[in-house]
């Protein structure tokens, strides 16, 4: 059976990770990155990085079978980033597009660990989370989808989930939104805290290559990053007719 050939791109947070996941004759696989460890001129940097780590690993781009990225929730330029090129990239070589969350890919990299949930909380900023929850079992199913939420609220929307996924479910938070309500002095016991992980290009490719096994591609038009936020601040037109501070985020307590 013919190995695929992953070129992976987040650039959702803070770093901007290029990676490529490939096979060797006898099917061990094989993975170069580079990273750009700053928040800005992500878009300046990846294909300088795509570059190199095409001739680190000795491949054209011709040999690629997919491109997957890192879809969000995150930074909104990044997001836009990593999409963009992840479809210019296809579109000129005529491959397809591999979307995968970067909450998941932050549960991907723990999924060894022996709970039954992941619930990952990533750093939306204005003291907000971008919240996702996932179970592994041979193969990853969604218990919730990305959502934004308070920080403070969410004690409250674990023990409601808990009611909903089973008392005795095994639970682990994690995700650099764990510093958020450590700075906030959120508990969230009795919920254990895992590590305070953030998205890797490492995992992108990883589900990436999943997800071309399991026919999850697509075509480049109809990649599209998930954004959650919509917006960070209200309009001048509707703070005239009353809106004050900030939206609120998409999950409020009942």
């Not at 013919?2 to 006898?26: H, P, Q, W, Y």
């Not at 011709?62 to 999409?83: I, N, Y």
């Not at 992840?86 to 060894?112: D, K, N, Y």
């Amino acid at each position: 059976m013919e190995k695929n050939c992953i070129l992976a791109i987040e650039s959702s947070g803070r770093t901007l990770g290029v990676g490529l996941l490939m096979f060797n004759d006898r099917g061990h696989p094989l993975f170069y990155q580079r990273l750009h460890h700053d928040r800005t001129q992500h878009a300046e940097h990846v294909l300088p990085l795509v570059s190199e780590l095409l001739i680190q690993a000795g491949i054209e781009r011709k040999e690629l079978s997919a491109v997957a990225f890192g879809q969000g929730p995150g930074g909104f330029t990044g997001l836009r980033v990593a999409c963009g090129i992840a479809q210019g990239i296809a579109f000129a070589l005529e491959i397809p597009v591999v979307p995968v969350s970067s909450l998941l890919a932050v549960a991907h990299m723990h999924r060894a660990e022996p709970f039954d949930v992941h619930v990952v909380i990533i750093d939306a900023r204005m003291h907000e989370l971008y919240v996702g929850a996932y179970a592994y079992h041979q193969r990853w199913q969604v218990c919730h989808q990305p959502m934004l939420i308070q920080a403070r609220h969410l004690p409250l929307w674990l023990q409601q989930q808990q009611s909903i996924w089973g008392k005795q479910k095994r639970i682990q938070v994690l995700g650099n939104g764990l510093q958020v309500c450590n700075d906030l002095g959120v508990c969230i016991e009795p919920f254990i805290a895992g590590p305070q992980s953030s998205p890797h290009v490492k995992q992108v490719a990883q589900l990436g290559e999943l997800g071309l096994q399991q026919n999850l591609a697509i075509s480049p038009e109809q990649a599209a990053p998930l954004y959650i936020r919509d917006k960070i601040a209200f309009t001048i037109q509707e703070r005239e007719q009353g809106h004050g501070g900030n939206p609120s985020a998409n999950w409020q307590p009942s």
